[in-house]
Each structure stands twice: as structure tokens, then as C-alpha cells.
């Protein structure tokens, strides 16, 4: 079965820098989708930013990208000029080719401090 | 856009009692799942309905049930809340295409006393 691994559970910035959270992820698939979720506090979960593994190109979105490892099974998430609005729980998301099944797999998350 | 909505942001319930938990989407997505989330934990699944009639467990089941009659609207149901049930409810919905990512309703935080 498929993990992800997020190892910082917290993070701060300070406001128009730029912070990198980490996520890996284990697999024995070749074809696979992950994605970046954002959690602002007490809002709805919306994607940020999602990566086809069979692409080589590092995914960008605005001040969003990622930073796609394949061998390493990594994929971070780097956002650049941060903003206040920043501030939310991430997470980082497996999605297997799999049609049916439990095809989705979450990681822990990382909550982000934007510090003005 | 695509809109998931849930029938409560904010649910008190005491300990015994049946609960629902409705979810609609608007956009046909035939997967839907229910999700629960605690501090530390990310997102667990409970359960999961890839049609009409059609459900599968997730990682954590137990406590609870699904009924998904029509193809917008998938229910989680708590048979006999209890305190252990306290937590945010998240309900997600994707097409069938693979690589599509899921979209969020807004979450029910419910509360068993």
C-alpha cells in the first residue's frame, strides 16, 4: 500500500519569503498523480498544485511549485513570496491510477505560519 | 466551479444517538468518499461509493455506515455516536478519469457528548 510522508508538522515564514515543505511517498507504481492541498483555518480544502509522475516538468502555479523527485520519491512544495494568506494546513496527496479501490492517500499535513 | 456541500458545519450530538451526515456534489463525479480528520492524523478514510449502490470500506469503518442512493448525494451515518466519533467530517467527490483531483465540501465538525 501506498504512504505519504510529511516530516514537518509545523512551519513558519516570514512574509514575502520563500519556505519549501517537504512530502516523500512510497509506491512500487509507475504511473501516479500528487497533489498539494491547502487548509486555510476553519475553510474548505482546496488544491493548490498537482504533478502527472510521468511528466518531468516540475509543476508551477503563481508563487506555488514543486520540486517532483521520482527516483527519490519526493515532492515538495515551495512557495515563494509568502503572504499572510498563505497561513493554512497542507497536505500532500498519492492519487494511484487504480480506477476503483481506496485510490487516495494523505498525508499528515504541515501547518504553515506566515509571520508578518 | 465544482460545488460540494455538506448539510451542517457544526453538529452537537450526544452520546447514543444516530447522526447523518449528508453530502451533494453538483458536478456528476461518480467516486465520493467520507473522510476523517484529526490534529496529527491527516485524513483518514471511512468510506468510499464509486456509483449508485456501490460502497467500499476505507481504513477506519468501524462506528459508522454509508448510503448512497442517488448519484449526487452520498450519506455517512453514525449508529450509536459516541465520544471517540468527535472529530471533522470531510466529504470529497472526483470523476472517474484518473489523475482528477478530489474536491472538498467544507467539513462538519461534530461534537458527541
Known amino acids: 500500500a501506498q504512504t505519504v510522508t510529511q516530516s514537518q508538522p509545523e512551519m513558519s515564514v516570514q512574509e514575502a519569503e520563500t519556505v519549501t515543505l517537504s512530502c516523500t511517498y512510497d509506491t512500487s507504481e509507475s504511473d501516479y498523480y500528487l497533489f498539494w492541498y491547502k487548509q486555510p483555518p476553519s475553510r474548505q480544502m482546496i488544491l493548490v498544485i498537482r504533478?502527472?509522475?510521468?511528466?518531468?516538468q516540475n509543476a508551477t502555479e503563481n508563487r506555488f511549485s514543486v520540486n517532483f523527485q521520482k527516483a527519490a520519491k519526493s515532492f515538495s512544495l515551495k512557495i515563494s513570496d509568502s503572504q499572510l494568506g498563505d497561513a493554512a494546513m497542507y497536505f500532500c496527496?498519492?492519487?494511484?491510477?487504480?480506477?476503483?479501490?481506496?485510490?487516495?492517500?494523505f498525508g499528515p499535513g504541515t501547518r504553515l505560519s506566515v509571520l508578518p | 466551479d465544482v460545488k460540494v456541500t455538506q448539510s451542517s458545519r457544526y453538529l452537537v450530538k450526544r452520546t447514543g444517538e444516530k447522526v447523518f451526515l449528508e453530502c451533494v456534489q453538483d458536478?456528476?463525479?461518480?467516486?465520493m468518499f467520507w473522510y476523517r480528520q484529526d490534529p496529527g492524523l491527516g485524513l483518514r478514510l471511512i468510506y468510499f461509493s464509486y456509483d449508485v449502490k456501490m460502497k467500499e470500506k476505507g481504513d477506519i469503518p468501524e462506528g459508522y455506515s454509508v448510503s448512497r442512493e442517488k448519484k449526487e448525494r452520498f450519506s455517512l451515518i453514525l449508529e450509536s455516536a459516541s465520544t471517540n466519533q468527535t472529530s471533522m467530517y470531510l466529504c470529497?467527490?472526483?470523476?472517474?478519469?484518473?489523475?482528477?483531483?478530489?474536491?472538498f465540501g467544507p467539513g462538519t465538525r461534530l461534537t458527541v457528548t
Open positions: 496527496a498519492y492519487r494511484s491510477e487504480v480506477r476503483h479501490g481506496q485510490n487516495f492517500v
Open positions: 458536478m456528476d463525479h461518480e467516486n
Open positions: 470529497a467527490s472526483t470523476p472517474e478519469r484518473v489523475g482528477y483531483e478530489q474536491y
Open positions: 504533478q502527472e509522475a510521468y511528466k518531468q
